[in-house]
């Protein structure tokens, strides 16, 4: 971007000189060369054909366990009670949760799997739905993590960091590839009502940090009002809120002239943004004219507003709006005791309407070029915390492995990539980091995820800091 | 272009500074001690400025070696000479004491440094030319190629003497792997793909490695270039994973891609050919002449998705092959007016990436559609690939406005106000791909207009009133088309066993 042109020519004292520095003529010719401002976006993204347009991000927050819903470890149920061989946890430090255990007995639920599609893949029976959209998804089994605990891992991956104060994935993308739709945001955040609430969920996670604040993730709230303060206060019509974000926007660039605070253009842009949300939304997100067959195949509890299911059809008509990254949270994984039970829950919440999703956007032609993504921060050790019994324990945190799936743009179909070992320990074929994750999603995208960069503070940040592969063979 | 890699640019510029004012600060200093002058300020001045050029010859160096199309271990050479003339060169200036010790050695350095920048940009062999023998050929000149024998079958003298006006035949031997591809080999892939280094399990450097190829399989098609990894990675885009020579090193040149290209059309042999040629009358019957190729008219190389998808090189069938075929053919840019008139309509304008100048229209924010808007567009019809004209009242009559878009590959019609008759206008659109008509009026009888788009991939049909027995014809005449008919709903688990049910549309009550 032309600081130049942006600024109307007044400039302060650190660009003049690295202005300068670099050669007065370099300035005026990365104007002509950077791309196109009648474009989407001014960041001359995308760097080459994208395969996916939008993202829709289904986050299991607290760490389903891969062991009972994907990753299908028949070794558990033959040692079912012995010891975790001292071999295969070799020196992994595991959470304070556990680390005083004297025992660390294999577990394993009374929970079948089973082979389903043309990609034969492991699906258990927690997840019935999911089986019947099989030959959709791309499931990973090997993807790893650095943290050990929620806030750092979901903070990892969501912004590929672990100590938080980085922009989140959606907000790059945002930020990167800007919005198609001019009157909703280009990323929405939904947090859906749970069964159990276990970990919170803070703001940061889908927070800009140093992108400039317009890139913010959009909270969308289950209720009435989803958007607070989005509608006028009673006794202000049309015309009066118009006139008074003329004034506004007219006083925010009197001060802009003299503090050149780039926040500034943020909180007109954000302004404009919300006035034209205020028509915008309300139409997006009514689903009383969705006819009956939608609730049947999203499940009944898409017609309570703030389930899962319900967000997961707000987040096929904010995709079919063109909005660019729907991010959806639901809680309540983390089981550390009473796993076999309270998993059947969490999965009855998510199972049927993620998989709804997917066939939704399938009939609609969006599946071609929007990607799902579901998945949590970390994966669940196979060996019991507390007591083991046949019809109860519970399993800690393990980061050295888990499960998630993708599908849709630009990702094989009916695949499964990445093993670990018969213990679901470790990862003992293709390995997936977090950042070669996010690498891959950045890379459907059309973003080479080691030339988008923020300069910001000195340093040039981003999303995959200084790490990230892109996995191609599961690309198309 | 990054700033910085302007500011490389100047580099060759730049770097003549220091070398001439340095010679010349030397120059002074003898001058100095034969003629017995005070002229010390003016040498001080002089070494100042050269050490001060010097560093910014550096610095713009540095640069212009980041772009990476150098030899790398040339460049560290050239890198280190010029570094250490640099520091020398201040040296000089600050330490008056030892000026002629450093002087004498950075004028020394000075010519290394120098004859390394040389060989960068000339070529290592600019100075002394190697001699020409038949094991080590530099890269040949195609156009006027020596080394190519001749024996007429006729008469030996007859080329010579008075036959002049006469076609004869001649007997041409040519050996184009010795003369041509063993140069481009040895000089631009051997360093990964030989004896000390055998990069994805390649040797390139005998007749039966090239053959066997590498760990992907074979590399070599003889007659069909296109399918011949040695010759399509070399046109995959540099970013591409799979181009050869990989992104930073020496990349071949266009005439020697077309020999190669030439090589493998002829067949491959790795012996040396005779043919039997008849010479026209006057021409020059030396000269074997390689076409040159134009890269773009080339077929387009497979894209390396496609290719890591398949797990082999050779695998070629990309999914959006239409799609990607016409990305990788340039086109000129759409003009900035075309663009903002687009813009100021409300329609959003995406690109293809980096270097491309195609483009997606979105019509998402349209919010009084109308079919003049489509007249807007044909201003970029070379441009755009895809359309999204979705839930806009487009009419039958608007889709004739689309003829002129030979590139469309994707269409988004769906929920919009076309029929049957609106189908008929499509079927001038030879690389659509997907269409998607979900949500409309159309009817059996429209589908008969879709076998005209051969390379049509995906069609949405959901919520249209087109029939099963249509859809059956549909596929009969197009096998290799999906067609996405939609209304789908689970099975319960409590009656598990099926798989997922996809109704047909037309059983609405079902919806």
């Given at each position: 971007?032309?600081?130049?042109?942006?600024?109307?020519?007044?400039?302060?004292r650190?660009?003049?000189?690295?202005?300068?520095?670099?050669?007065l003529?370099?300035?005026?010719?990365?104007?002509?060369?950077?791309?196109?401002?009648?474009?989407?976006?001014?960041?001359?993204?995308?760097h080459?054909?994208?395969?996916?347009?939008?993202?829709?991000?289904l986050?299991?927050?607290?760490?389903?366990?891969?062991?009972?819903?994907?990753?299908?470890k028949?070794?558990?149920?033959?040692?079912?009670?012995?010891?975790?061989?001292?071999s295969?946890?070799?020196e992994?430090?595991?959470?304070?949760?556990?680390?005083?255990?004297?025992?660390?007995?294999?577990?394993?639920?009374?929970?079948?799997?089973?082979?389903?599609?043309?990609?034969?893949?492991?699906?258990s029976?927690?997840?019935?739905?999911?089986?019947?959209?099989?030959?959709?998804?791309?499931?990973v089994?090997?993807?790893?993590?650095?943290?050990?605990?929620?806030?750092?891992?979901?903070?990892?991956i969501?912004?590929?960091?672990?100590?938080?104060?980085?922009?989140?994935?959606?907000?790059?993308?945002?930020?990167?590839?800007?919005?198609?739709?001019?009157?909703?945001?280009?990323?929405?955040?939904?947090?859906?009502?749970?069964?159990?609430?276990?970990?919170p969920?803070?703001?940061?996670?889908?927070?800009?940090?140093?992108l400039?604040?317009?890139?913010?993730?959009?909270?969308?709230?289950?209720?009435?009002?989803?958007?607070?303060?989005?509608?006028?206060?009673?006794?202000?019509?049309?015309?009066?809120?118009?006139?008074?974000?003329?004034?506004l926007?007219?006083?925010?660039?009197?001060?802009?002239?003299?503090?050149?605070?780039?926040?500034?253009?943020?909180?007109?842009?954000?302004?404009?943004?919300?006035?034209?949300?205020?028509?915008?939304v309300?139409d997006t997100?009514?689903?009383?004219?969705?006819?009956d067959?939608?609730?049947?195949l999203?499940?009944?509890?898409?017609?309570?507003?703030?389930?899962?299911?319900a967000?997961?059809?707000?987040?096929?008509?904010?995709?079919?709006?063109?909005?660019?990254?729907v991010?959806?949270?639901?809680?309540?994984?983390?089981?550390h005791?009473?796993?076999?039970?309270?998993?059947?829950?969490?999965?009855?919440d998510?199972?049927?309407?993620?998989?709804?999703?997917?066939?939704?956007?399938?009939?609609?032609?969006?599946?071609?070029?929007?990607?799902?993504?579901?998945?949590?921060?970390?994966?669940r050790?196979?060996?019991?915390?507390g007591k083991?019994?046949?019809d109860?324990?519970?399993?800690?945190?393990?980061?050295r492995?888990?499960?998630?799936?993708?599908?849709?743009?630009?990702?094989?179909?009916?695949?499964?990539?990445?093993?670990?070992?018969?213990?679901?320990?470790?990862?003992?074929?293709?390995?997936?980091?977090?950042?070669?994750?996010?690498?891959?999603?950045?890379?459907?995208?059309?973003?080479?995820?080691?030339?988008?960069?923020?300069?910001?503070?000195?340093?040039?940040?981003?999303?995959?800091?200084v790490?990230?592969?892109?996995?191609?063979?599961i690309?198309? | 272009?990054?700033?910085?890699?302007?500011?490389?640019?100047?580099?060759?510029?730049?770097?003549h500074?220091?070398?001439?004012?340095?010679?010349?600060?030397?120059?002074?200093?003898?001058?100095?001690?034969?003629?017995?002058?005070?002229?010390d300020?003016?040498?001080?001045?002089?070494?100042?400025?050269?050490?001060?050029?010097?560093?910014?010859?550096?610095?713009?160096?540095?640069?212009?070696?980041?772009?990476?199309?150098?030899?790398?271990?040339?460049?560290?050479?050239?890198?280190?000479?010029?570094?250490?003339?640099?520091?020398?060169?201040?040296?000089?200036?600050?330490?008056?004491?030892?000026r002629?010790v450093?002087?004498?050695?950075?004028?020394?350095?000075?010519?290394?440094?120098?004859h390394?920048?040389?060989?960068?940009?000339h070529?290592?062999?600019?100075?002394?030319?190697?001699?020409?023998?038949?094991?080590?050929?530099?890269?040949?000149?195609?156009?006027?190629?020596?080394?190519?024998?001749?024996?007429?079958?006729?008469?030996?003298?007859?080329?010579?003497?008075?036959?002049?006006?006469?076609?004869?035949?001649?007997?041409?031997?040519t050996?184009?792997?010795?003369?041509?591809?063993?140069?481009?080999?040895?000089?631009?892939?051997?360093?990964?793909?030989?004896?000390?280094?055998?990069?994805?399990?390649?040797?390139?450097?005998?007749?039966?490695?090239i053959?066997?190829?590498?760990?992907?399989?074979?590399?070599?098609?003889?007659?069909?270039?296109?399918?011949?990894?040695?010759f399509?990675?070399?046109l995959?885009?540099?970013?591409?994973?799979?181009?050869?020579p990989?992104?930073?090193?020496?990349?071949?040149?266009?005439?020697?891609?077309?020999?190669l290209?030439?090589?493998?059309?002829?067949?491959?042999?790795?012996?040396?050919?005779?043919?039997?040629?008849?010479?026209?009358?006057?021409?020059?019957?030396?000269?074997?002449?390689?076409?040159s190729?134009?890269l773009?008219?080339?077929?387009?190389?497979?894209?390396?998705?496609?290719?890591?998808?398949?797990?082999?090189?050779?695998?070629?069938?990309?999914?959006?092959?239409?799609?990607?075929?016409?990305?990788?053919?340039p086109?000129?840019?759409?003009?900035?007016?075309?663009?903002?008139?687009?813009?100021?309509?409300?329609?959003?304008?995406?690109?293809?990436?980096?270097g491309?100048?195609?483009?997606?229209?979105?019509?998402?924010?349209?919010?009084?559609?109308?079919?003049?808007?489509?007249?807007?567009?044909?201003?970029?019809?070379?441009?755009?690939?895809?359309?999204?004209?979705?839930?806009?009242?487009?009419?039958?009559?608007?889709?004739?406005?689309?003829?002129?878009?030979?590139?469309?590959?994707?269409?988004?019609?769906?929920?919009?106000?076309?029929?049957d008759?609106?189908?008929?206008?499509?079927?001038?659109?030879?690389?659509?791909?997907?269409?998607?008509?979900?949500?409309t009026n159309?009817?059996?009888?429209?589908?008969?207009?879709?076998?005209?788009?051969?390379?049509?991939?995906?069609?949405?049909?959901?919520?249209?009133?087109?029939?099963?027995?249509?859809?059956?014809q549909?596929?009969?005449?197009?096998?290799?088309?999906?067609?996405v008919?939609g209304?789908?709903?689970?099975?319960?688990?409590?009656?598990?066993?099926?798989?997922?049910?996809?109704?047909?549309?037309?059983?609405?009550?079902?919806?």
């Open positions: 971007m032309n600081i130049f042109e942006e600024y109307n020519s007044k400039v302060n650190r660009e003049f000189l690295s202005g300068s520095v670099l050669g003529g370099a300035t005026a010719l990365s104007s002509l060369l950077t791309g196109n401002e009648f474009l989407t976006n001014d960041n001359n993204l995308p080459f054909p994208p395969k996916a347009k939008r993202v829709i991000y986050f299991q927050s607290g760490a389903p366990s891969q062991l009972e819903l994907f990753d299908y028949p070794k558990l149920k033959e040692m079912f009670g012995q010891e975790l061989p001292a295969i946890r070799g992994q430090r595991v959470s304070g949760m556990t680390a005083n255990q004297r025992s660390f007995p294999l577990a394993y639920g009374k929970f079948t799997f089973g082979q389903y599609g043309q990609g034969r893949i492991w699906l029976d927690l997840l019935p739905y999911h089986q019947q959209i099989a030959d959709e998804l791309c499931v089994k090997s993807v790893h993590t650095e943290a050990i605990n929620h806030d750092p891992a979901v903070t990892f969501q912004t590929g960091s672990q100590q938080g104060a980085r922009p989140s994935f959606g907000s790059w993308i945002s930020y990167g590839l800007g919005s198609e739709n001019k009157n909703l945001p280009a990323f929405c955040v939904l947090l859906s009502r749970s069964t159990s609430y276990d970990q969920l803070y703001a940061k996670l889908w927070n800009n940090a140093f400039p604040s317009e890139h913010q993730g959009v909270l969308f709230r289950s209720g009435d009002d989803p958007i607070l303060y989005l509608n006028d206060p009673p006794g202000v019509d049309k015309v009066t809120r118009r006139d008074m974000l003329d004034v926007a007219k006083l925010h660039k009197q001060q802009l002239e003299t503090v050149l605070d780039d926040e500034l253009n943020s909180r007109i842009a954000q302004y404009e943004m919300a006035y034209r949300m205020q028509t915008a309300p997100l009514d689903v009383s004219k969705e006819p067959w939608v609730f049947d999203y499940g009944p509890q898409a017609r309570k507003p703030g389930t899962y299911a967000n997961c059809l707000l987040a096929r008509k904010l995709i079919e709006n063109d909005v660019r990254f991010q959806l949270y639901h809680q309540g994984w983390d089981q005791g009473n796993l076999p039970t309270d998993i059947k829950k969490l999965a009855k998510v199972d049927q309407a993620s998989a709804a999703l997917i066939l939704d956007l399938k009939q609609r032609g969006l599946l071609e070029d929007t990607l799902v993504i579901w998945g949590g921060e970390f994966g050790g196979c060996y019991s915390q083991l019994t046949p109860n324990y519970g399993r800690d945190h393990h980061p492995c888990y499960s998630i799936w993708m599908a849709g743009a630009g990702v094989k179909k009916g695949f499964t990539y990445g093993e670990t070992d018969d213990f679901g320990y470790n990862i003992i074929k293709d390995p997936v980091h977090v950042h070669d994750y996010q690498a891959t999603i950045m890379h459907l995208l059309g973003i080479d995820h080691e030339r988008f960069t923020f300069k910001f503070q000195g340093r040039r940040y981003r999303l995959t800091d790490a990230g592969h892109v996995v191609k063979d690309l198309l | 272009m990054l700033p910085t890699e302007l500011i490389g640019r100047f580099h060759p510029l730049i770097v500074l220091p070398i001439g004012i340095l010679l010349f600060a030397f120059a002074m200093m003898v001058f100095q001690r034969i003629r017995k002058i005070d002229i300020v003016v040498i001080g001045f002089a070494l100042f400025s050269g050490a001060l050029c010097s560093i910014a010859a550096c610095v713009a160096g540095w640069f212009l070696a980041q772009s990476g199309e150098y030899d790398a271990a040339l460049v560290a050479k050239h890198q280190w000479t010029g570094i250490a003339t640099t520091a020398l060169a201040a040296l000089a200036f600050a330490l008056k004491r030892f002629w450093l002087m004498v050695s950075t004028v020394i350095l000075l010519t290394l440094a120098g390394y920048g040389g060989n960068l940009t070529g290592e062999d600019y100075l002394f030319p190697k001699k020409k023998t038949a094991q080590s050929v530099n890269i040949p000149n195609l156009d006027s190629l020596q080394t190519v024998e001749l024996a007429s079958t006729t008469d030996s003298t007859a080329t010579n003497s008075g036959n002049e006006g006469v076609p004869q035949t001649v007997e041409r031997k050996f184009i792997y010795r003369d041509y591809v063993v140069p481009i080999l040895e000089n631009k892939c051997y360093s990964c793909h030989s004896a000390t280094k055998m990069k994805g399990g390649l040797r390139l450097d005998t007749e039966a490695f053959k066997k190829g590498g760990k992907n399989g074979s590399i070599l098609s003889p007659g069909n270039p296109n399918a011949s990894s040695i399509s990675c070399l995959l885009p540099p970013d591409d994973d799979n181009h050869m990989p992104k930073g090193k020496p990349q071949l040149s266009e005439q020697e891609i077309a020999a290209h030439f090589w493998i059309k002829k067949g491959a042999a790795f012996q040396e050919q005779i043919e039997t040629i008849t010479i026209g009358a006057g021409s020059s019957p030396t000269a074997l002449a390689i076409p190729l134009k773009a008219e080339l077929p387009k190389a497979p894209s390396a998705d496609s290719l890591a998808a398949k797990g082999s090189i050779n695998a070629s069938v990309s999914r959006s092959s239409q799609e990607a075929g016409i990305l990788s053919t086109v000129e840019v759409a003009t900035p007016a075309a663009l903002a008139q687009l813009q100021q309509n409300n329609i959003i304008i995406s690109d293809f990436g980096q491309s100048n195609y483009l997606m229209a979105n019509f998402v924010n349209v919010k009084k559609y109308r079919a003049t808007l489509l007249d807007d567009l044909k201003s970029i019809n070379n441009q755009v690939l895809r359309i999204r004209l979705s839930n806009q009242p487009v009419q039958d009559d608007d889709l004739k406005k689309l003829a002129s878009f030979k590139n469309l590959t994707w269409l988004n019609l769906e929920k919009t106000s076309i029929s008759a609106g189908l008929s206008h499509l079927q001038n659109l030879p690389n659509l791909e997907q269409l998607n008509l979900y949500g159309i009817t059996d009888r429209g589908l008969l207009a879709l076998p005209k788009c051969a390379h049509l991939k995906t069609l949405y049909l959901w919520q249209t009133k087109v029939s099963p027995t249509g859809v059956e549909l596929k009969k005449a197009m096998p290799q088309l999906q067609i008919m209304g789908f709903q689970f099975v319960k688990p409590d009656s598990m066993g099926a798989g997922k049910k996809e109704l047909p549309s037309g059983n609405k009550q079902a919806l």
